[in-house]
């Protein structure tokens, strides 16, 4: 957990090293935003079915997204990274999240080449993860700037969040004090997207989060839980953020489950292999 003030804008600072146990994932879209600094091969993402796949040698910056991403993994990959909340990314971009809505940049483009390079190397020379987590920390401390509106965005997507995304949206506009058209040109600004895009990304996040893969699902009572109006509905959203049916999706985590006993995957991320 990030010190405060960062704490406020950050999920968790993390550390990877070693061989992935696949080596593409398929990303579906969560209620974060990340940053990666690489400090090993380049990695390759791909930002929908759509588009070509593209090389990133010191790493990258995602805003929220809105559609699945495709990460490939070099055998040995190094990297130190930031997971933000939805609205944590806009205080260290120098342009509106909008611009960047499912367009993955690299952290180059977003910081300068010799401020990244320096930084990089200074990872690189580090003693350990825990040196070099400190060093990213104090470099985000460095780069915190004000944001106009991001108390506003925060406040309303705590609201979301708390709610796991099942809330009427005109309901914001009420606990906030400012217009839905206000509301959402902010949204935009800082996060990238709608505050209905948001709840639908936290309602999903919450349905996988309560799957258990290893045991059986009750669809429809977990349908319900969400808030989902119906099962066409349900089916519809799972399609919408990972390509699959809801039973496809589980099938691909318990594929997981057997081929590697005992490693934890985190819950989005799924074998693109």
């Not at 506003?152 to 005109?170: D, E, F, H, K, N």
């Not at 996060?191 to 258990?212: E, M, N």
Request: glycine fraction near 8%; hydrophobic fraction near 40%; aromatic fraction near 8%.
């Amino acid at each position: 957990m990030a010190r405060p003030p960062l704490d406020e804008l950050i999920d968790d600072l993390y550390y990877l090293e070693g061989a992935r146990p696949y080596p593409r994932l398929t990303l579906p879209p969560m209620p974060s935003a990340v940053l990666i600094l690489n400090l090993g091969e380049p990695f390759h993402i791909r930002a929908g079915t759509e588009v070509e796949t593209a090389e990133y040698a010191d790493g990258c910056v995602v805003t929220m997204p809105t559609r699945a991403f495709e990460f490939g993994y070099p055998p040995g990959t190094r990297s130190v990274g930031v997971h933000f909340k939805p609205w944590g990314l806009a205080p260290f971009l120098p342009m509106p999240a909008a611009e960047l809505r499912d367009r993955p940049v690299t952290v180059e483009q977003v910081w300068g080449r010799s401020g990244v390079a320096e930084l990089r190397d200074r990872l690189t020379m580090a003693s350990g993860p825990h040196e070099m987590l400190t060093l990213l920390e104090l470099e985000l401390m460095r780069r915190l700037g004000d944001t106009v509106g991001l108390g506003l965005v925060r406040q309303a997507s705590t609201v979301i969040a708390a709610a796991s995304g099942a809330l009427a949206i005109s309901d914001l506009g009420v606990a906030t004090g400012v217009s839905s058209t206000h509301l959402a040109q902010r949204f935009k600004e800082l996060i990238g997207v709608t505050p209905k895009r948001l709840a639908r990304t936290y309602r999903f996040a919450a349905t996988v989060q309560a799957i258990d893969p290893a045991g059986p699902v009750d669809w429809v009572d977990l349908a319900d839980r969400a808030g989902y109006f119906d099962q066409a509905h349900f089916g519809h959203e799972f399609r919408a953020f990972t390509g699959l049916t809801p039973t496809q999706y589980v099938e691909v985590r318990r594929r997981f489950l057997r081929e590697h006993p005992g490693h934890a995957l985190d819950v989005g991320p799924l074998p693109a292999d």
